[in-house]
């Protein structure tokens, strides 16, 4: 047996005992998770910024997301009414007679959660993907991101506690580490795993998404990849904002070194004298930001290699790049323009450039503009930025903006994602694998479940959620009217 065969045996017995502990049990452990992660505050902040260069400041801010997360889907199972139960009472008036027939979402069986390098707490070991799984009910084998391998280790140590000390089955969550991409292949395509959640490279992404429909029987890959999310500026705002606009978003593009997934990477604009000052006061906000190291060699490495492909594209312009000359694994801040023609005709411009870089795609008219939204692969975000009078008049791009990504932001910034039961983090291809679910928020723990029906069963056989009295209180759909009212 290999080790990746022990542990998923291991979390496939857990599966058994785990999927049995009652709501409140497994929001007790999510809270127990957060608490323990609470009391490492320190040296789990300390051990990651030494790992991955990024400020106290803004650990300690993640470090809170993650534990408001394990927390949120804690109230959310303990509340219940997530798993969309269904009944439809027997009724022998109907030909033929209908039986009674109740449904209930179940989790999937143990999954794998990819850790991801640019959120070393909150996408990570204890972040979104691993709590909602959890919450679920499903039994989480880590994969570890090795940029960041000695925080990974030290966030399980806080999981292994927190299973301890609310006794859930010993295996409930694993970790596995191991340089090279074999670990992960081999998790993917053991056959005891039902599903994958990953946040990366649309290469590493695609890989395991494609290694999971390889498989005897094929499991759900929710991967979510890269994003350019394009932001439009409406031509009044551009007449009456352009300073405060500037300052808006070039601090988006440049907050965290651009190493976030909603980062905006293409701003698109019609040509006018407003567009032409908003580019230039744009070009002065990127050069006031000093460059900072970012999170690993090969994200640096790729970095440069992406701002480099795409300024030594045809009619690429730089218009600004930051002041300071950047040092080892800096990344160099910029801004460049292009036409929408010279856009249209090269799919590279249109390629996530992972960093602190933005490309400003100059339209000659609103149609010009329709045609580059129109263009465009799925995206997390886009963002329309605009006057009433501008919203008002360009319906016609919001529609097609919708059509393009997961979240549609009006005047404001797309960098920040809140964690709340709303969210919406995904979009159509390659922004993620599949559209219809979201990697953070409440709605995430859809990823790890499917439906199941019991029909013809007697109350005392039924899981809690269709029983007729209706034990934990939850809103049902019986006989198609919303209810938490018992069935007599
Ligand atoms: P990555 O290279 O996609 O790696 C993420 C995880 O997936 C790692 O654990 C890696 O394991 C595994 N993996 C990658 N390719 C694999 C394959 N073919 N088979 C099996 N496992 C595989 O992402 P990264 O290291 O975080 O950053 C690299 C680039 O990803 C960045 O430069 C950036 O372009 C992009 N990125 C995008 C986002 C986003 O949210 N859009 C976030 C982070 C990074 P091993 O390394 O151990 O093989």
């Known amino acids: 047996m290999t080790d990746v065969d022990i542990v998923m045996q291991q979390s496939a017995a857990a599966f058994e005992a785990y999927k049995l502990v009652p709501a409140a049990g497994r929001a007790g452990f999510l809270e127990a998770i957060a608490e323990e992660l609470e009391g490492l505050r320190e040296s789990l902040v300390a051990i990651a910024g030494q790992e ?45 007679p209908r039986p009674d027939i109740r449904k209930v979402l179940l989790p999937v069986g143990p999954v794998v959660v990819f850790g991801a390098s640019n959120f070393p707490f909150a996408f990570s070991t204890a972040g979104g993907d691993t709590a909602s799984a959890l919450a679920a009910g499903a039994t989480v084998v880590i994969k570890g991101h090795p940029a960041h391998e000695a925080t990974s280790l030290k966030v399980f140590g806080a999981i292994q506690a927190a299973i301890s000390k609310t006794k859930m089955p010993e295996h409930t969550v694993q970790h596995v580490a191991a340089p090279g991409n074999n670990i992960g292949k081999d998790l993917v395509t053991h056959p005891l795993i039902t599903g994958v959640g990953f946040t990366g490279s649309f290469q590493g992404g695609k890989a395991l998404f494609n290694y999971a429909n390889q498989r005897e029987t094929p499991i759900p890959v929710f991967a979510e990849m890269s994003s ?10 551009l ?21 976030f997934c909603t980062n905006p990477g293409l701003l698109l604009a019609i040509r006018s004298k407003a567009q032409e000052q908003f580019a230039a006061l744009l070009g002065e906000a990127i050069a006031q930001c000093a460059p900072q190291k970012m999170l690993h060699a090969g994200i640096h490495q790729a970095y440069e290699q992406g701002r480099s492909r795409l300024l030594s594209q045809q009619g690429v312009t730089l218009i600004s790049e930051s002041s300071q000359a950047p040092a080892e694994m800096e990344a160099f801040p910029a801004l460049a323009s292009v036409t929408a023609k010279d856009f249209l005709a090269n799919h590279l411009l249109s390629e996530e450039v992972f960093g602190p870089s933005s490309l400003l795609i100059v339209c000659e008219d609103k149609e010009e503009l329709k045609t580059v939204l129109k263009s465009l692969k799925g995206q997390l975000t886009t963002t329309v930025v605009g006057t009433e009078a501008d919203v008002a008049a360009n319906g ?5 903006q919708t059509t393009l990504a997961g979240r549609v932001i009006l005047n404001a910034p797309p960098t920040g994602v809140e964690v709340c039961n709303a969210m919406v983090h995904g979009g159509p291809f390659p922004a993620t694998t599949d559209a219809r679910f979201t990697s953070v928020g409440t709605s995430a723990i859809k990823r790890w479940v499917r439906p199941v029906c019991f029909q013809g069963f007697t109350n005392a056989m039924l899981p809690d959620a269709l029983k007729n009295e209706n034990p ?17």
């Open 228 to 237: 350019v999310n394009p932001v439009v500026f409406l031509p009044d705002t």
């Open 472 to 488: 934990s209180g939850i809103w049902r759909l019986v006989n198609g009217e919303f209810t938490k009212d018992a069935i007599n």
């Open 396 to 400: 016609d791009i919001i529609a097609l």
């Open 239 to 259: 007449e009456k904002n352009a300073a405060s606009l500037a300052q808006t978003f070039g601090g988006s593009v440049t907050l965290g070194m651009g190493q």
């Open 52 to 96: 991955t260069n990024l400020p106290p400041a803004r650990l300690n801010g993640e470090l809170t997301r993650t534990t408001n997360q394990l927390k949120l889907f804690a109230s959310l199972i303990r509340e219940g009414s997530w798993a969309e139960a269904v009944i439809d009472t027997a009724n022998p008036a109907t030909t033929p």
